[in-house]
């Protein structure tokens, strides 16, 4: 589906569940699809983050590289410790595709913490150093992203990434080169200092000595020599001109044009001329790189001047384009050969390319004087062309032509003045008159007559041509006021009362200027110098330039040291077999004796970074919901216990879960209660390894089943030489000795495998019952006809009960004065069919007005909306005021942040809802709620078995429970033992169906049925206590 580009988020929940597979090839799947939407569910990707940290100690290299890359899609701030963490390892991993992905992983955290910066500083340090060809191109991109301006993290790796050039991928080539580049520009002193010099002592003087030349010779040779470095660079980088890979050849050009002697770029014209043969958009990038090139060198491409040639398939971006190179590279040679080509292009269909054509013949014709004259004859005759554009544009280059020899092209402006009535294009029609108005004195009998014209149409014309018939006109009055005193007046007039602001603006100023009276400054003496003043002729320059590039820094004027960028091979030589023998002798050694061992060096690393998260919620209990149904299981059938102890067991450690976060006493009680439960499955893990150590040294095979199976194996296939009887004593002994380290160890162990879960954390809910509220019953009849389904079954219903507990926004003495409490009034559809509904209740203790009490600046999450209330604009001493507000929380119990802001002051609050106010109650019948409860068994079924006392297992006090801590609807049951609730999520319209199942002996089975298990096993832990309790 994902490949199919279809949206397949949804699935997110029943996908999640599997990452805890033993399968590599199903596991592999899953990370493919969590990196795709881990950042858009991050609420649950949190919830398998322990998972990815065991997988990044697994034995499969793959399996390693794609649980960083969950870990570092995952872009919530508070994993960023554990993001940290998981790089520094993964940087000294075996496997080079383990180390490739942790300097990807380099920027994804840089992007979500720049403040890391230091410490990514020291990885990447760390990984150029590296001399795998798979980690090179990674790592540079890395170093590009964080830190491009520490130049001195290069200065040892230099030689080695220039040597390892070739053999890199070739997205790693294309980073390495661009970054090379750079270095180059600040290490080395500039190649072109050479051919200036050569230049310049071109010419021998007549006169000059022999003794002088020599002397002259001796300066050219210690004038430049290159650096042995910098030669290295162009030497290396030669063989990828012949890459298959557009964008390589493409960075070696760039490398050649601003690092190599001018002498030397020339290579690289061939193979972008070898590029023109792949598609256009690889076309169209090339031949402006070479558009720009040959503006500056034109030598480089002029052998290949027919592979410019336009051909009839082109489109018209690599028609202009080509066109452009063509003009660059015109000289007096080839001018001819070029100008017959030109003719055919203006013959063209495509008329912005005709256009285009024409300029370019102008562009020839001003920068070759020898074929001036021709190129002015042959627009003259595209004058008589029946297209208007190609006549327009004929029309303006000759005026720039014009400028440049106008004494002897005066029948070439009667000519022109003669079409005047024919051409209708206004920039066309502009061009003649301001010729015409120009070299009025040249034509002193059509300019009047010209005038005369175009002052009839003068109404019609465009504004274009309106000024410059006032221009005309004030150059005519000014030179031949007797014909044209009354015509230039009448345009004067005209032009007063013109609709454009333009126009009349310049109608004033000339009318001022020319025409003398009494108000008249003393710029009206200057008119004609004004007017008439001689103009400098247009230089008909390329307008193309490519743009999107980043600008190089200057050559330095004395080269740096070259000696930083000598690397010791002793050094280097001890180093590597050194970090070899680490990796693969001492770390089976401390797997063998203990894995305490490793988990005190992760604690004292994470200590030490002084990143230790510090939350009282292990992940490890919400993985139970993930791996249950696999490994858990599997060992209980081991140890032939019931499923009535696992349940009791998992019901135990969610209990501690919901309590952890209402009090420092309850988390005291919750640590121990962990505390305990973990000391007891280490005793039964200790008594299953020891089985499967005996097992397994009758029949020397390795257990895979479990995570403790598969490292005592492995530390047993490394110490086959004992006899068996010395393994089961060795193991035993290895076990006592590690029973109290980990004991003492786990809660170091917690600080890695913590996280400070908001979005997950319960609430507690009020354990007095309060008195119901009941709707009105007009109130009560407008929502029964609302409906989030199109299904006529399930329908919207009323709230059973509103709860009366009210939850602290803005204390009085936070606020200044200012307090303010919510609570949830379970009203849908007020503000929109996926907001919450909360009343806020805002007073005054202070005694002065305040004013202006409004919501500000709003920090939400990603999706989530609010529906603020109305700014109250005064609240009078000792005065309260409810108002109500609605918040799309999509589903999650995460935090609205926003302020409450007065006319004064701004407060930050924050509101987060209880799950079950995330709720809408609906009405279904028995059988409806049977049907849809089959549809969501299995991953989507939650359950737990609770104790109730007798005097709670009525019907009413359970439904009055139930429906104080969620906003569900009460179904109808057929039996006494069994109560049905249904609600669907505000967001997504999810159901949500809850069973309470009483049995004997005072005990009950909770159930619950859902889409969004995240929802339903929060809910579960919230039930849970509430129908217990006495």
Not at 143 to 154: A, K, Q, S, T
Request: proline content about 4%; some cysteine; overall charge neutral.
């Amino acid at each position: 589906m994902i490949a199919n580009g279809k949206n397949a988020s949804e699935l997110f929940p029943a996908v999640v569940k599997n990452v805890a597979s033993k399968n590599i090839e199903i596991k592999k799947l899953v990370y493919v699809y969590l990196m795709r939407y881990a950042e858009e569910q991050q609420d649950l990707a949190l919830l398998s983050i322990s998972t990815f940290q065991r997988a990044l100690k697994d034995p499969n290299q793959l399996i390693r590289a794609s649980a960083l890359r969950v870990l570092s899609s995952i872009r919530v701030p508070i994993i960023v410790p554990i993001m940290m963490l998981a790089i520094k390892e993964a940087s000294s991993d075996l496997s080079p595709y383990v180390r490739k992905n942790a300097a990807h992983a380099i920027q994804k955290l840089y992007s979500l913490d720049p403040e890391q910066k230091e410490m990514l500083i020291e990885v990447i340090e760390k990984l150029l150093k590296d001399r795998s060809t798979l980690v090179a191109g990674s790592v540079v991109m890395a170093f590009e992203e964080v830190c491009p301006d520490r130049i001195d993290l290069i200065h040892k790796n230099y030689r080695k990434l220039c040597n390892l050039l070739v053999d890199v991928e070739e997205w790693g080539q294309v980073v390495i080169i661009h970054m090379l580049t750079r270095y180059a520009r600040t290490q080395f002193v500039s190649p072109w200092k050479d051919d200036e010099v050569v230049e310049e002592y071109n010419e021998n003087n007549f006169y000059e000595s022999d003794e002088e030349q020599k002397e002259k010779d001796q300066k050219m040779k210690n004038t430049y020599t290159m650096d042995p470095d910098h030669r290295l660079l162009l030497r290396n980088t030669k063989p990828l001109l012949q890459s298959r890979n557009a964008a390589v050849v493409m960075a070696v050009a760039q490398l050649y044009w601003h690092l190599a002697p001018k002498s030397e770029a020339g290579i690289v014209s061939k193979s972008l001329v070898r590029l023109l043969r792949s598609n256009r958009e690889v076309q169209y990038i090339v031949l402006q790189n070479i558009a720009t090139m040959s503006i500056q060198r034109k030598g480089m491409f002029e052998p290949y001047l027919k592979s410019f040639y336009v051909r009839s398939t082109d489109p018209t971006m690599i028609k202009t384009l080509k066109l452009e190179i063509l003009t660059n590279l015109a000289n007096e040679a080839n001018i001819s050969t070029l100008l017959r080509e030109f003719q055919t292009y203006v013959k063209s269909q495509d008329k912005q390319f005709a256009a285009a054509t024409i300029q370019a013949i102008g562009r020839c014709a001003t920068n070759i004087t020898e074929v001036t004259d021709t190129c002015l004859n042959g627009l003259v005759c595209l004058l008589s062309n029946r297209d208007e554009i190609v006549v327009a544009e004929s029309v303006v280059v000759i005026k720039k032509l014009l400028q440049t020899q106008p004494a002897h092209h005066g029948d070439i402006i009667k000519h022109m003045a003669k079409l005047l009535d024919n051409i209708t294009v206004p920039v066309a029609r502009a061009s003649i008159l301001w010729l015409i108005g120009e070299y009025c004195e040249r034509v002193p009998k059509i300019a009047p007559d010209v005038l005369r014209k175009t002052a009839k149409s003068f109404t019609n014309e465009d504004d274009l041509v309106k000024l410059q018939i006032l221009n005309l006109g004030a150059k005519l009055y000014l030179t031949n006021s007797k014909q044209t005193k009354l015509l230039t007046q009448y345009v004067l007039n005209l032009g007063k009362y013109d609709q454009s602001y333009d126009i009349r603006d310049r109608t004033r100023f000339i009318r001022q200027l020319i025409v003398p009276n009494e108000r008249s400054g003393a710029l009206s003496k200057y008119a004609k110098k004004i007017f008439l003043a001689q103009k400098p002729a247009p230089l008909l320059e390329s307008p193309f330039k490519a743009t999107g590039y980043l600008e190089l820094s200057d050559w330095p004027e004395v080269a740096p040291d070259p000696s930083v960028r000598n690397v010791d091979v002793a050094e280097s030589a001890k180093e590597r077999p050194g970090i070899l023998g680490k990796t693969r002798k001492e770390k089976p050694a401390e797997k063998f004796y203990s894995e305490s061992e490793e988990e005190e060096e992760e604690s004292a690393s994470t200590s030490a970074s002084g990143r230790c998260l510090k939350s009282n919620l292990h992940l490890s209990c919400l993985d139970n919901w993930i791996g249950s149904g696999s490994e858990s299981e599997k060992e209980d059938k081991e140890e032939g216990s019931s499923d009535e102890s696992s349940g009791s067991s998992s019901s135990s450690e969610e209990s501690s879960d919901s309590e952890s976060g209402s009090k420092e006493t309850t988390a005291k009680k919750t640590s121990r209660a962990t505390d305990e439960s973990d000391s007891e499955d280490n005793k039964k893990k200790a008594k299953r390894i020891s089985k499967k150590r005996s097992a397994s040294s009758c029949s020397d095979t390795e257990s895979t089943s479990s995570e403790e199976s598969s490292s005592e194996s492995k530390s047993e296939s490394d110490s086959k030489s004992d006899s068996e009887s010395g393994k089961s004593q060795s193991a035993t002994s290895n076990k006592k000795e590690e029973k109290p380290v980990q004991d003492r160890k786990a809660p170091n162990k917690q600080d890695v495998f913590l996280l400070d879960l908001d979005d997950f954390c319960p609430v507690t809910t009020p354990v007095a019952v309060p008195t119901a509220a009941v709707l009105s019953p007009s109130l009560a009849a407008d929502l029964e006809g609302l409906s989030l389904s199109s299904s006529s079954v399930i329908d919207v219903t009323t709230q059973v009960s509103v709860p009366t507990k009210t939850h602290e926004l803005l204390h009085r003495m936070s606020g200044k004065g200012l307090a303010a409490h919510y609570h949830f009034s379970r009203q849908p559809g007020i503000f929109g069919d996926r907001m919450v509904s909360v009343q806020v209740t805002i007073t005054n203790t202070t005694d002065q007005k305040i004013e202006n009490i409004h919501i500000g600046e709003k920090k939400l999450p990603p999706g989530m909306r609010m529906h603020e209330f109305n700014p109250i604009e005064c609240l009078e001493p000792a005065g309260s005021i409810t108002v109500s507000m609605g918040i799309d929380f999509c589903d999650s119990t995460q935090t609205a942040s926003f302020q409450l802001c007065t006319k004064d002051d701004h407060f930050n609050v924050n509101i987060q809802p209880p799950v079950g106010e995330l709720l809408l109650p609906v009405t279904m019948s028995e059988k409806d709620f049977k049907k849809e409860q089959g549809m969501l068994t299995g991953m989507n079924e939650t359950s737990a078995t609770i104790a109730v006392a007798p005097q709670n297992s009525t019907r009413l006090v359970i439904i009055e429970r139930v429906v104080k801590v969620a906003n569900l609807g009460v179904v109808p049951s057929g039996q006494d033992n069994i109560h049905r609730f249904a609600a669907k999520t505000v967001h997504s319209g999810s159901l949500m169906l809850v069973t309470v199942e009483l049995k004997e002996s005072s005990t009950a089975q909770l159930i619950i049925n859902t889409e969004k298990t995240v929802i339903g096993s929060v809910l579960l832990r919230e039930l849970k206590p509430v129908l217990s309790q006495g």
